[in-house]
């Protein structure tokens, strides 16, 4: 097993362990926020629990390019990688989606943690609270979009 | 696709027609009440009906709260109120007999209160017993009465002594100081929590000094004291709690055996609920001695239909009025069967204006494309497809918003199956894995191919095809607007906005596509002719003048006009943002389709055999289930997303009120009017 495959297998994981860190923090965080709600009006349900699940892409999006990944560098299909340099070159195509998926959950969580609170006050504005949350996401499709070209241009 | 014309009226009528008048046109839904002000005019009044309001929504909280309690006390299919909830339709007949009957109901429902309110009452009743039970529980070896001060001779101190003690202590403790032999008993009766339970007894001389003695002890009286022997207190309380028990099953019964009632009460409540808002409006609407007077918006179609209606069946006098600053127009919008589904998409956003453009059509058909590509799957899809199309037929009587809501994703799903076959996806790549797994086929060998290309194997292809689309539904939004500005006669805006735009950036394009940075990023070659070239470069050249030298067109200081002009000009980065936004249609198209193929991976993965078809099987459903709820989920949001800030953005801006006309406004039932 060369090291390659070890660089390799880090961006792999990486990719579904931080964007999973990041999502699992957001809609824990925005799920707090659901259950008050619903405490009070249990019609608001439906809504707020879409706007729970709005941070739990991210974790999906990681695992997506993980696999991608997975089944290219010979663990799922593919190759085994057999040099340093292409196992680096795995790891960092890796590395937009980890972090940003990190981050970008975290902070989308947040905003959905404020939109639950707009909906519960204002149950009639649920597209424009939904819009907030998905603001966030932007940049993390962005990041698995650049993953995903980079793990398949290698 | 229109926004509909409104048509202000205001209507003048005797006071006898006032009750008929007002029904009318409840039950037609087509007014909405503006309350004109009346402080310029002594002669008119507002009529107090707050009592009256008052009276009704009691009525209809009472009927709420035995609703609620017949779902507690006698659960059935009927009360669910969910999504998809149907109103019961009521023939106007039905619905007057019911209502001749409403004294009758009121009854019941007065019953079901009264029973409600012994049931709370038994179950106060309970809690007290059973909190005197657990604080005589300690005593129930006790067999004198627990008040037992003593006989002629001797004093009988009952009490507890913090901690444990044995009956050796307690009457060491008791008779100390007492000459010996000490004529006192002691006896323990339980111990209990850290606390034990004594019976001491002794000469009534000496009581003074055995109780001064217990005390030091730590010795306390029991702070309610119970007369009568505790076991039989015991059982007193138990017998008045069973009696208690079986008046609340015998009051449960009482409120269940009502449960047959439900949809009248249902009936009910919605016919007070009614009745107080006919007398919220009754309390705001002028009135002199002989006449009231209404004002409201009507559809400008209708309003010759009302006014005829109200001239000659009630003597109304009828004024069309001046409909002032379309600003304060309420806006109800007018869209064909299919494209009226996507009219709740718009609301969330906002109603447009009157005067300008309706985009539902025009939205619909970015809505459904831009959805189908991001579920892109055919399997995902045709379930879809079908689960809307179930639900529709079967719940006819659905509130039209969410009927309309789920047609809109019937469309959806269509559109899904058919991205789903362009990019050869169904349920991911199951139709292979099943082939490859079960059926022998090579694995090298694809059995369900795409009709246009599967995206993993090409994602730059895909990204431009995306980026187009985009580009499309961005210059249709530049287009509106371009519509709305020739439509006020703005010619130089239109050229210098909307045509200036066009040109800078289709000459922009061009100018890219031919290169060598464009060719590498996209692996596509353009050969453009050099006339072309010099077009697009004439194109960019003169849009990027127009937009320089027309977008401050309204300031006279020419530096600044100019400078506005460059920081407008600097907008194109804005559309390049846009436009790389709409890569998400390729990511969420790529999300679905990998892990449908993953969750098909997984299943194929364990056993062999029949075990390895059920494994499959399981997997499969699961995965899929859960695969399609996420992903559904963020094509929807993302596709509202692309509607609400790129397409809007170019031209949009809402701030439309919405009509709300007078109406019965119902949550259980419809009426249908007889013919």
Redesign the interface.
């Known amino acids: 097993m060369s090291m390659g495959m070890v660089f390799a297998l880090m961006g792999a994981a990486l990719a579904t362990a931080l964007p999973g860190v990041g999502s699992a923090w957001g809609v824990g965080m925005a799920g707090q926020a659901a259950a008050g709600v619903v405490s009070e009006d249990p019609d608001q349900f439906?809504k707020v629990l879409?706007l729970q699940?709005?941070p739990?892409?991210q974790g999906?999006?990681g695992?997506?390019v993980t696999?991608?990944t997975l089944s290219q560098i010979g663990i799922?299909g593919g190759d085994p990688v057999q040099d340093t340099a292409t196992g680096m070159l795995y790891l960092f195509a890796c590395l937009p989606i980890a972090i940003v998926g990190l981050i970008s959950a975290y902070h989308q969580g947040r905003t959905s943690v404020a939109s639950i609170g707009l909906v519960a006050k204002k149950p009639?504005?649920?597209?424009?609270a939904?819009?907030f949350p998905?603001?966030v996401?932007?940049y993390a499709?962005?990041a698995?979009?650049i993953s995903?070209?980079a793990v398949?241009g290698i | 696709m229109a926004v509909v014309k409104m048509q202000k009226l205001s209507i003048c009528a005797n006071k006898k027609h006032r009750k008929e008048i007002l029904e009318t046109l409840q039950s037609m839904g087509v007014m909405e009440l503006s309350y004109t002000d009346i402080d310029k005019d002594p002669e008119l009044q507002k009529m107090d009906t707050q009592m009256a309001e008052n009276k009704y929504e009691k009525r209809q909280a009472s009927f709420e709260q035995a609703l609620r309690l017949l779902k507690t006390y006698a659960p059935s299919d009927g009360d669910k109120t969910g999504l998809f909830y149907e109103k019961r339709q009521v023939p106007r007949s039905v619905m007057n007999e019911e209502i001749a009957n409403r004294h009758h109901f009121n009854v019941e429902v007065a019953d079901i209160l009264s029973a409600e309110k012994s049931i709370t009452e038994c179950q106060g009743v309970i809690q007290k017993d059973t909190n005197a039970k657990i604080s005589l529980s300690p005593w129930a070896d006790l067999d004198i009465p627990m008040s037992t001060t003593g006989t002629r001779d001797t004093a009988c101190l009952i009490g507890s002594i913090p901690g444990q003690i044995t009956p050796e202590a307690l009457y060491a403790a008791a008779s100390a100081d007492l000459p010996e032999p000490a004529a006192v008993t002691a006896d323990v009766i339980s111990t209990v929590n850290e606390s034990t339970q004594v019976v001491v007894i002794c000469l009534k001389n000496e009581a003074e000094k055995v109780e001064d003695n217990l005390r030091a002890a730590g010795f306390s009286r029991p702070s309610m004291p119970v007369n009568g022997i505790p076991k039989d207190e015991i059982a007193r309380l138990d017998a008045e709690i069973a009696s208690m028990q079986k008046k609340i099953g015998e009051q449960k019964d009482v409120i269940a055996g009502y449960g047959g009632e439900r949809e009248n009460f249902r009936l009910m409540s919605d016919y007070y609920h009614s009745r107080a808002e006919k007398y919220d409006l009754l309390g705001k609407i002028p009135q002199s001695r002989n006449v009231f007077f209404l004002e409201g918006w009507v559809p400008a179609d209708q309003a010759d239909g009302i006014s005829k209606l109200m001239t000659e069946h009630f003597g109304a006098a009828v004024g069309m009025e001046d409909n002032g600053d379309p600003a304060d127009q309420p806006v109800e919008l007018h869209n064909n069967k299919i494209a009226r589904t996507a009219e709740s998409v718009l609301k969330s956003y906002g109603l447009p204006q009157h005067g300008r453009v309706d985009p539902t059509a025009i939205m619909w058909v970015f809505y459904v494309v831009f959805f189908g590509m991001m579920l892109s799957d055919a399997g995902y899809g045709i379930v879809m497809a079908l689960a809307c199309a179930i639900i529709v037929i079967k719940k006819k009587n659905m509130d039209p918003g969410t009927r309309d809501f789920l047609k809109l994703f019937f469309f959806c799903g269509l559109s899904t199956t058919f991205w789903g076959f362009m990019y050869g996806g169904f349920f991911g790549d199951a139709i292979d894995v099943i082939a490859h797994t079960w059926f022998g086929v090579p694995s090298d060998q694809a059995v369900l191919k795409p009709l246009w290309f599967a995206p993993l194997n090409n994602p730059m292809r895909l990204l431009m095809w995306c980026l187009l689309f985009g580009l499309i539904h961005l210059f249709t939004g530049l287009g509106i607007k371009g519509y709305e500005t020739l439509k006020a006669h703005d010619v130089v805006g239109f050229i210098s906005d909307i045509v200036g735009w066009y040109m800078f950036l289709l000459g922009l394009i061009f100018l890219l596509l031919p290169t060598d940075l464009f060719a590498s990023i996209s692996g596509m070659t353009f050969a453009f002719p050099a006339w072309m070239h010099t077009l697009a470069k004439i194109l960019a050249i003169g849009g990027a003048l127009i937009i320089l030298l027309m977008s401050g067109r309204d300031r006279k200081n020419w530096a600044l006009r100019i400078a506005l002009g460059a920081y407008d000009l600097y907008g194109v980065t804005s559309w390049l943002s846009d436009v790389l936004s709409y890569s998400r249609l390729l990511a969420l198209g790529l999300a679905t389709g990998v892990i449908a193929s993953v969750i098909n991976m997984m299943g194929s993965m364990f056993g062999s055999g029949p075990v390895k078809v059920i494994i499959f099987i399981v997997v499969f459903i699961l995965g899929h289930t859960l695969n399609i709820a996420i992903n559904a989920l963020g094509a929807y949001v993302h596709t509202n997303r692309l509607q609400y800030v790129e397409f809007f953005g170019k031209f949009y801006d809402a701030g439309g009120r919405e009509f709300r006309p007078f109406r019965h406004k119902t949550k259980y039932i419809q009426v249908k009017e007889d013919n």
């Open positions: 439906a879409l699940l709005l739990g892409t999906i999006y695992l997506l696999f991608i799922l009639d504005q649920f597209g424009k939904m819009l998905a603001m996401e932007t499709i962005l698995l979009l995903i070209l398949n």
